[in-house]
Structure formats: structure tokens, C-alpha cells
């Protein structure tokens, strides 16, 4: 017995306000709300289907076979859900340009949550894919929706989820990814949380500057003030790495060509052209900016940089079937 065979796209996204800690590790129930845009340009398309026949899942990523707990943990969750014990078939393709390094769980959880549930048979709604997606990665509950997403922390299992905050972006902003190292990070994102949460003095600061700049963000987002949005994810960003730095043992992703990077970005900034930098869990630097400027940022960085490490994306959809087979 077969059942249908359901291939699902969804997109990554840059949090502008991020998710750093968790309250709650198995059930992944941040310590703070976060809001996020997602992006076209990176997507990953999954296929899944559930096969009588299989004795354990098979998990592809790119034409490779692996044994993944993460995954094998989340299609038990999927199974759960819909009272079902078969294995299945999981497919998964990242469209991401090679040796960008920008390859997101956030795409990837996204991706199988739709597609999984929908091949078990469950027809969840966007909260309770959110919710879904969730317990893959924190940051695959805000890749559901398209735009501007926000991130409600919560504090159980049915609260926790994404809300679009503005779902059809009609404001030009454009994401420049700079990639600098495309191996795997060094400190996961799980390890890197686990320690700050533990052991950084500054994180109750982190949790209450950071409602604090959900909060600006939002009503500079709904004014279309780019300058003010720019600042706040920038600022927030460094707060977030400054937390690594403060943590015992001390980490941080940033290395010498993030700080080119930055760098470059202040002398843009300096020079009149309004843009800013945000970081995540590893070395790669991505600028916010606006269309009209695109391209001045990118001549200036693909002269510091290889041309095929900077990457233009722009706003993005959320998550959506895109072929079913019965
Ligand atoms: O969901 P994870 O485990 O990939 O963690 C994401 C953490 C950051 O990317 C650094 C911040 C965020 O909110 O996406």
C-alpha cells in the first residue's frame, strides 16, 4: 500500500528580529517572539511518500541516501499525528545555488511538514503546519508564510507558531548574501542556543531588548522606513552574536571576512547608499537593502569578493504543494 505522492516547495528566510533560546528543547518554544522576511531566491523542494513495503524511512537530500535522526524524529511526530505506523519515502532537493552554504533547515522542515502531512492523509491548516514545522527547526515555523512573518513564542506545543505579519510585500527590499564558507557551521545552532541560554549573563537583556525591538520593527515596517528597519535588524543581529561571545565557553561565527564584509557595509552606508548587515549561526554575511541599490552593493562587493559568492534575493511565498500523484 502507497500513499499519495506529494512534492512540496517552500523558502527560507532571513529573521530580522531572531529566534535565540529556547524554553523548552524537545517541543522548540523560543524564549522570544521573532519576525522574519522570507526569500525567493532559496528553496527547498521535498517529495514523501508513505510505502507499506519499507521497513524504515530513506531520507535523499540531493541524490544522497543518509541515516538522519532528525528526520526519522520528525516523520515519527507526522506519524503520530495521524495515527499511521508505515515508513516512507522522503525526497528532498535544495535549490540553492552549489557551495552557497545557505542551505536552511528552515526550507527543508517547512518543505517535509507540508509534504508529509499531506501524503499521511492529515490536511492541517497553516497554524498547524507552522506548529508542525516547528518541531523540525524553530525557524521552519516562520518558512510557511511568504513575506514578512512573525514568530509568536508562546509557551506550549498548541501556542507556539507563525503569523504572517505581511504576507504580499509590495516594497522593494532585497536580501545580499555574501558567502564566505560553505561548510557545515562549526556550533550548531542548537549547541550555540543551549549554551547562551545556560551561561550568558546577558541573556534576560537579550529576551527584553529584543521585544522591545519586535515592537519598533513592526511599526517601521508598516511605514516603510527602511532606515529604522535596517538599524534595528543590525543591531539586533550583534546582539545576538555579542551573546556568544559572552558565554562560557565563549564562541562566535563571525570570522575576518564577516568583518570585511561589515566593513564594506559601513563605507556604503558612509558613502550615502542606506544598508545594513544581519548574521545567523555561521560566517555568512547577508545585506538588507533596497532594489534601487542592489546593484551599487554588489559591484562594490564583487570587487572584495568572487561574483558567484554574492546572491541576490527578494521577498518570497510561503510554503505550497507543487505536484501530487495518487
Ligand atoms: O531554527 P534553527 O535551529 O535553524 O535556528 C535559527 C537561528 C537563527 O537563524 C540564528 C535565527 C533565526 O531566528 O532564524
Known amino acids: 500500500m502507497k500513499s499519495p505522492k506529494i512534492t512540496a516547495r517552500a523558502h527560507t528566510n532571513i ?6 533560546g529556547k524554553k523548552n528543547q524537545e517541543l522548540i518554544i ?22 507499506s ?19 526519522s524524529h520528525f516523520m515519527d511526530i507526522v506519524r503520530d499525528l495521524a495515527n499511521i505506523s508505515t515508513f516512507a519515502k ?5 535549490h540553492v545555488p552549489t557551495m552557497a552554504g545557505l542551505a536552511s533547515s528552515a526550507s527543508a522542515y517547512a518543505a517535509l511538514a507540508l509534504a508529509a502531512s499531506q501524503a499521511a492523509g492529515l490536511n492541517l491548516d497553516r497554524k498547524d503546519l507552522s506548529r508542525l514545522a516547528r518541531r523540525g527547526s524553530g525557524s521552519a515555523s516562520r518558512s510557511i508564510y511568504g513575506g514578512f512573518v512573525e514568530w509568536q513564542a508562546g509557551t506550549n506545543d498548541l501556542d507556539s507558531y507563525a503569523v504572517p505579519f505581511e504576507e504580499d510585500v509590495d516594497w522593494d527590499l532585497q536580501m545580499i548574501a555574501i558567502v564566505l564558507d ?6 550548531s545552532s542548537r549547541a550555540g542556543m543551549q549554551t547562551v541560554v545556560a551561561t ?3 541573556y534576560p537583556a537579550w529576551v527584553e531588548s529584543t521585544t522591545a525591538d519586535l515592537t519598533k520593527i513592526k511599526t517601521a515596517i508598516q511605514a516603510r522606513d527602511f532606515t529604522t528597519v535596517g538599524e534595528i535588524a543590525e543591531s ?15 564562541f562566535s561565527y563571525i570570522e575576518p571576512d564577516s568583518i570585511k564584509v561589515m566593513d564594506a557595509v559601513a563605507e556604503l552606508r558612509a558613502q550615502g547608499i542606506p544598508c545594513y548587515y544581519t548574521m545567523d549561526a555561521g560566517p555568512n554575511v547577508k ?19 568572487a561574483p558567484e559568492k554574492v546572491l541576490v534575493s527578494a521577498a518570497g511565498p510561503g510554503a505550497k504543494i507543487i505536484a501530487r500523484c495518487e
Open 15 to 20: 529573521a530580522l528580529i531572531k529566534y535565540w
Open 30 to 51: 523560543p524564549m522570544n517572539n521573532s519576525l522574519s522576511l522570507t526569500l525567493d531566491h532559496f528553496y527547498t523542494d521535498t517529495t514523501v511518500q508513505f510505502d
Open 53 to 71: 513495503t519499507l521497513t524504515e524511512d530513506i531520507f535523499t537530500l540531493d541524490g544522497k541516501t543518509y541515516h538522519d535522526e532528525k528526520v
Open 90 to 94: 522522503i525526497d528532498s532537493t535544495n
Open 182 to 187: 560553505p561548510n557545515e557551521k562549526k556550533i
Open 200 to 202: 550568558s549573563p546577558y
Open 236 to 250: 539586533n543581529a550583534m546582539k545576538m552574536h555579542a551573546l556568544n561571545m559572552s558565554a562560557t565557553p565563549h
Open 287 to 305: 545585506i538588507i537593502c533596497q532594489k534601487q541599490d542592489t546593484q551599487k552593493i554588489s559591484d562594490y562587493l564583487t570587487n572584495l569578493f
